[in-house]
């Protein structure tokens, strides 16, 4: 089932600039999808138009069957589930707990409900214990995490995500990763998320979106999109770098999987299958 769908949809600012054109988007329940395309390129207008927080110039955004407009506007609003780039734009309690309690107080969940949903979302994203520490004073991944805390309580089936991984550390991005990954598996919920570093989109999504000055300029399974590696150039992206380094082995005249993969696991992958073509004993390899 089609959880959201996007009809020739248009977008364009009081001041004459169009962020968006003729964007046909679908997600099915359960997909995790990329939005990928450099600063500027569209995506968070987009994301704005996914639960009204924008109205269409042109074209319509359905969530669910469900049109979005004023009168669907509760409906679609707790299906659709908002993360923000910036947490801080996100997170304005005293404390975590407060932070998380305030969207389900909205939806009319009853007090006495509240502290096991807050610490069943707590426990999801990995901050047991957190209830009474100030939003704050927590580190950048952290306040991802509550902010993805304060949204997942209120049991969402889509998850809005926008450049989830921005400005984390390599290890905060992992983390991230593998949550999100968990959230999809264990939870079943539906994700779409904006990215300009392409490293993480292969982890993560089974279909791409490449938005340029707001048009879709190629769209399609995750491995196919960045197949086509002079249209993600010409987008202002570039590939994985492991995609990148194995491109570049390849040039030099080095015996490289025939397929281009996009992750260290599928290189490991696509590698150990050229070895065991070649007869090579991957053992004596592994002990050097």
Not at 163 to 186: M, Y
Request: with cysteine.
């Amino acid at each position: 089932m089609e959880v959201i769908k996007t009809v020739d949809l248009g977008f364009t600012y009081p001041d004459g600039t169009t962020a968006l054109r003729n964007i046909d988007i679908s997600v099915s329940t359960g997909e995790m999808v990329a939005i990928l395309g450099a600063n500027g390129s569209g995506k968070s207008t987009l994301f704005q138009l996914f639960n009204g927080l924008l109205q269409p110039t042109s074209g319509e955004v359905f969530v669910k069957g469900l049109r979005v407009e004023k009168k669907n506007y509760k409906a679609i609003r707790r299906m659709v589930g908002m993360v923000f780039q910036d947490p801080d734009d996100q997170l304005f309690s005293n404390t975590v707990k407060q932070e998380i309690a305030y969207g389900l107080l909205n939806m009319g969940v009853t007090k006495e409900t509240i502290p096991e949903t807050v610490g069943w979302a707590l426990s999801v994203v990995g901050l047991e214990g957190y209830e009474g520490k100030s939003p704050y004073a927590l580190s950048g991944g952290e306040k991802k995490r509550v902010a993805l805390a304060s949204v997942l309580a209120m049991k969402p089936e889509l998850l809005v995500l926008d450049e989830p991984t921005a400005s984390l550390d390599p290890k905060g991005v992992a983390q991230l990763v593998r949550l999100l990954k968990k959230i999809n598996n264990e939870l079943n919920v539906t994700m779409i998320f904006a990215a300009h570093d392409v490293d993480i989109v292969p982890l993560l999504a089974e279909q791409v979106y490449v938005l340029n000055k707001g048009r879709i300029k190629i769209s399609g399974a995750t491995n196919d999109v960045f197949s086509c590696k002079e249209i993600i150039r010409s987008n202002n992206l570039r590939l994985p770098r492991v995609a990148h380094l194995v491109e570049l082995l390849q040039r030099d005249g080095f015996s490289t999987p025939s397929e281009l993969p996009m992750t260290i696991g599928q290189a490991r992958r696509l590698l150990e299958s050229e070895t065991e073509n070649h007869g090579v004993d991957r053992h004596d390899d592994q002990d050097i």
